[in-house]
């Protein structure tokens, strides 16, 4: 990521720091965590056109199903489909039982990027709240 500083754990973990954002991100959370930013509420996850060839390639799909499959139409733009499940909504993505995303490697870049995303610069406590790997920014590192 851009304006991207590693912070090496002893050995261990690298914690990420952004500049603009008053948080840092600890990847390793992910391992423990059931998913939440992939599911939960109702949210956009969107899908560029250079992203649904990417994609529908992995999957061996042409675009068209695989658009017709995976993703609806948001105004001009596509998202993918959410499914209900017993606790809220997961992206169609989602593999609910490893608690994982099926396209990780191809995952959109809203996936790519998040927790930081701009929106996110003056709601830090919003990010915290829904992502266990936030972590208090350390100063002047
Ligand atoms: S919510 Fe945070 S810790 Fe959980 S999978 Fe998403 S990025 Fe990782
Ligand atoms: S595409 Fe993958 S990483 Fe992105 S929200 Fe869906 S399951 Fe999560």
């Given at each position: 990521m851009e304006g991207e500083n590693l912070i090496k754990g002893k050995g261990k973990v690298d914690i990420i720091q952004m500049d603009g954002f008053d948080f840092a991100f600890?990847?390793?959370?992910?391992?423990?965590?059931?998913?939440?930013?992939?599911?939960?509420e109702s949210g956009n996850v969107w899908v560029s056109q250079q992203e649904m060839s990417r994609i529908s390639e992995v999957l061996r799909m042409n675009c068209i199903d695989f658009m017709e499959k995976y993703?609806?139409?948001?105004?001009n733009w596509f998202s993918c489909k959410e499914r209900v499940t017993g606790?809220?909504?997961?992206?169609?993505?989602?593999?609910?039982?490893?608690?994982?995303?099926?396209?990780?490697?191809?995952?959109?870049?809203?996936?790519?990027?998040?927790?930081?995303?701009?929106?996110?610069?003056?709601?830090s406590e919003q990010v915290g709240k829904e992502c266990p790997g936030i972590v208090v920014r350390i100063k002047n590192s």
């Open positions: 600890n990847p390793s959370a992910c391992d423990l965590c059931s998913g939440s930013c992939c599911c939960g993703l609806h139409r948001v105004g606790h809220g909504l997961e992206c169609i993505f989602f593999q609910g039982i490893e608690k994982k995303c099926s396209i990780y490697a191809v995952r959109p870049a809203g996936c790519r990027t998040y927790p930081f995303w701009d929106h996110f610069k003056t709601c």
